[in-house]
């Protein structure tokens, strides 16, 4: 095998249409993990990625989470940038006489202010439960322990989630990474980070004998370009978007047709 290190993208990319595992997906996976460490990138939380992890029997593999925000090796924090204070509260009063749901995310904490139609989507689809609590409470609480949010999203009609994304982009596009994954789903993190710096933070802390050519990573959105440039192999799955196909050096099938499973059995001898 030529490659040591194999990092994914979870949601468009490893998931299949019932937001699983395929089981083409688990079998591949279980056949490489030994010679190959496989690490799961995702803008979710941790424990929206552990279950994930236990099913191929990779749990005691690094995590990293809201798209390189956190990086976990087990228990140890090998990297941790925030969204500060301050800006955490000027995305939650962009919301106010809004319908847009604000959820709040720091390591495992979740917090909800509704468990709203946005709140049990987002559960149901991570299998995580949230915290509910209040904006104004959640606010008092990382004003008082002087806590950020690795993430906060924003989940809402349409026209109203652009005009935050406007209002986001004119006010704090200095600071924070305001990423639309969806045209009612906006991601707000620091502008510091990305999939690629984690995977560096691996490469200098976790693996330091391997290199950026060792690494073979699969994603389908734009917060996944980085990394697939730099990666030794970056493989697009077929519903990626057109500018990701672009930067890649391969293309596999769809995340529908378990295209990670397929591109693994193409690049891993048997």
């Not at 109203?160 to 906006?186: P, Q």
Request: charged share 25%; glycine share 6%; with cysteine.
């Amino acid at each position: 095998m030529s490659f040591k290190l194999l990092c994914t993208d979870i949601d468009g990319t490893l998931l299949n249409a019932d937001r699983e595992l395929a089981p083409e997906t688990i079998a591949e996976f279980k056949r490489i993990k030994d010679e190959c460490d496989i690490i799961l990138a995702s803008s979710r939380m941790p424990q929206a990625m552990t279950h994930l992890q236990a099913e191929v029997g990779i749990k005691q593999s690094p995590l990293i989470a809201y798209n390189g925000g956190l990086v976990l090796d087990g228990d140890t924090i090998l990297s941790s940038t925030e969204v500060g204070f301050n800006e955490v509260k000027k995305i939650a009063e962009l919301s106010i006489n809004t319908e847009i749901h604000v959820s709040i995310y720091n390591n495992d904490e979740w917090f909800v202010p509704a468990m709203d139609y946005w709140a049990n989507r987002e559960a149901n689809n991570t299998k995580v439960t949230p915290k509910l609590q209040s904006l104004e409470d959640t606010l008092a609480l990382y004003e008082q322990t002087n806590k950020g949010a690795h993430k906060v999203m924003c989940m809402g009609p349409a026209e109203e989630i652009a005009v935050m994304y406007d209002e986001l982009i004119a006010t704090l596009n200095d600071d924070l990474h305001v990423y639309k994954s969806k045209d009612t789903y906006l991601e707000i993190a620091s502008k510091k980070i990305s999939k690629k710096s984690a995977i560096a933070t691996l490469l200098e802390h976790k693996y330091r004998k391997l290199n950026w050519g060792d690494v073979i990573a699969f994603g389908d959105n734009y917060n996944d370009m980085e990394m697939l440039e730099a990666a030794g192999m970056g493989v697009a799955v077929g519903n990626a978007r057109d500018e990701v196909k672009a930067v890649v050096n391969d293309v596999t099938a769809t995340n529908k047709e378990h295209g990670v499973a397929l591109s693994i059995i193409k690049h891993f001898s048997k």
